[in-house]
DNA sequence: CTCAGCCGCAACCGGTTGGTTGCATGTCGG
DNA sequence: CCGACATGCAACCAACCGGTTGCGGCTGAG
């Protein structure tokens, strides 16, 4: 697996940067796919806003939607979850590397 | 520690949602601080562009930047980075606890 | 002292974004 | 078959965002 470039993450950790969009994230992750209408509700916006918020998150690639009946059921897609991590673990080694040649160059 | 909120969580996703911030928190990481002088060079936007978008991340809690002379120098903080780690750590377990009691579910 | 660097402030601009309203379409239940 | 429910599509809007230009103010080196 390659490392992460900030060209492919930044777009995954905008989708996340919104509280609408982590709450609709978090309420997926915890609840399992559900239908837009069930995921509008215990919102104070509209059904519409929320259906551009999920759309959003799948062209990060975030969620998959497929349809059901008549209603669409959305649910997660944990890879790019798991990617947008690793990208932070990336910068968290970088970053701590630096500390450490620093203290090294420091001590000398 | 208490568990991050999305309310707090969001704004800095935010500020890693964009190309430009993300490739400098990423120079910074590995470059140590840097004067804003020095950071703009090799990039192809305007000092101010930079100055702007490291006081998005100062912003977001992610950077923290100090005057020496007549330069700034930018530097960055971890602590934020961690929390938003953290919090995709949070979403990943719950999505996996979800996809136990679905594989659960769907056996009985 | 003077001048070149490094920086901050303010105004401005086009494009994106989060949100709304209105209407049309498809689908399930009785 | 018909009505209620779930969704999609399109237009519209104010606000925000990334970026620029122009200018003025410190600071350090010679």
Redesign the pocket.
């Known amino acids: 697996m390659r490392s992460p470039s900030p060209r492919a993450a930044a777009p995954v950790f905008?989708a996340l940067?919104?509280?609408?969009?982590l709450l609709l994230v978090a309420r997926l992750s915890t609840g399992g796919p559900q239908?837009?209408?069930?995921?509008?509700a215990g919102t104070?916006?509209?059904?519409?806003?929320?259906?551009?918020?999920?759309n959003?998150l799948a062209g990060a690639g975030l969620l998959r939607?497929r349809?059901?009946?008549?209603?669409?059921?959305w649910a997660v897609d944990p890879s790019r979850l798991t990617e947008a991590r690793r990208y932070l673990d990336v910068i968290s080694a970088q970053w701590d590397d630096a500390l450490a040649r620093l203290q090294k160059a420091v001590e000398e």
């Open positions: 905008a940067g919104d509280e609408t969009r239908s837009i209408a069930r995921l509008t104070e916006i509209t059904r519409q806003a929320i259906t551009k918020h999920l959003v939607g349809r059901r009946g008549r209603e669409q059921l």
